[in-house]
């Protein structure tokens, strides 16, 4: 379990996510992205609105393990952008790993021991917006001293709704001893009707975020 990292983006903005948000990213000075069309509304990042779900996978049938971090911060948004994703292109995040909340207190501090607690920097994650795009991004994540640019899936409900969707295999990070560790101190957990003990290296995560719509009175605001 290790989880692209981003929390409950509720007050900050990922992953968390992040969706890791989310996660929760270095913008390399890419104009506006130019399939998104700008409606002569402006939109601004709503924190409050923000949530960041990660997926882990256990048993070798791969079923769900999900959760969310509890401590992240969010920086580089754009107020009265010219559409949402203009309002994020800036986003930059850093998730504290060992603040994972997978509503189990004692898988939680295994996880936090366990796997961040072996990766560098105590397991914080740090991203950032590379491209964000009407249907597709990257996001840059730096994690265990690894930086990997990872696409992502976006997904807009009405206007102002933004879903970000993506996966990532913390093998791509040398955290393969964190999986270990993990697994290990977790094998009863993680093993099947086979009886074998599994623990996936790869992630979903998924970030949702409404921003704030502020249009003229001449525009229809559905």
């Known amino acids: 379990m290790y989880f692209i990292y981003?929390?409950?983006?509720?007050?900050?903005?990922?992953?968390?996510?992040?969706?890791?948000?989310?996660?929760?990213?270095?913008?390399?000075?890419?104009?506006?992205?130019?399939?998104?069309?700008?409606?002569?509304?402006?939109?601004?990042?709503?924190?409050?609105?923000?949530?960041?779900?990660?997926?882990?996978?256990?048993?070798?049938d791969r079923v769900g393990v999900g959760g969310t971090f509890d401590e992240y911060q969010v920086s580089g948004t754009e107020a009265d952008a010219t559409s949402p994703q203009a309002a994020v292109r800036n986003?930059?995040?850093?998730?504290?790993?060992?603040?994972?909340n997978s509503d189990n207190p004692e898988r939680d501090a295994k996880i936090a021991g366990s796997y961040f607690g072996l990766m560098e920097n105590t397991g914080t994650i740090e991203g950032s917006v590379k491209s964000a795009g009407a249907d597709e991004g990257v996001?840059?994540?730096?994690?265990?001293?690894?930086?990997?640019?990872?696409?992502?899936?976006?997904e807009m409900s009405g206007v102002s709704q933004m879903k970000v969707s993506g996966n990532i295999d913390v093998n791509d990070f040398n955290a393969q001893e964190s999986v270990q560790k993990l697994n290990e101190v977790c094998s009863e957990k993680h093993t099947g009707e086979d009886g074998a003990s599994k623990l996936w290296p790869d992630?979903?995560?998924?970030?949702?975020?409404?921003?704030?719509r502020d249009c003229p009175d001449s525009i229809e605001t559905n």
Request: proline letters at 8%; aromatic letters at 8%.
């Open 91 to 100: 986003l930059k995040f850093s998730i504290q790993g060992p603040s994972v």
């Open 203 to 212: 992630v979903d995560f998924t970030i949702t975020t409404t921003f704030k």
């Open 139 to 154: 996001v840059t994540i730096l994690m265990n001293g690894v930086e990997k640019d990872i696409p992502v899936t976006v």
């Open 6 to 60: 981003m929390n409950k983006l509720t007050n900050s903005l990922l992953l968390p996510v992040i969706l890791s948000v989310l996660p929760l990213v270095v913008h390399c000075g890419e104009q506006p992205p130019t399939d998104v069309l700008a409606d002569g509304c402006q939109y601004t990042y709503d924190p409050a609105t923000t949530e960041l779900k990660w997926t882990a996978f256990k048993f070798t």
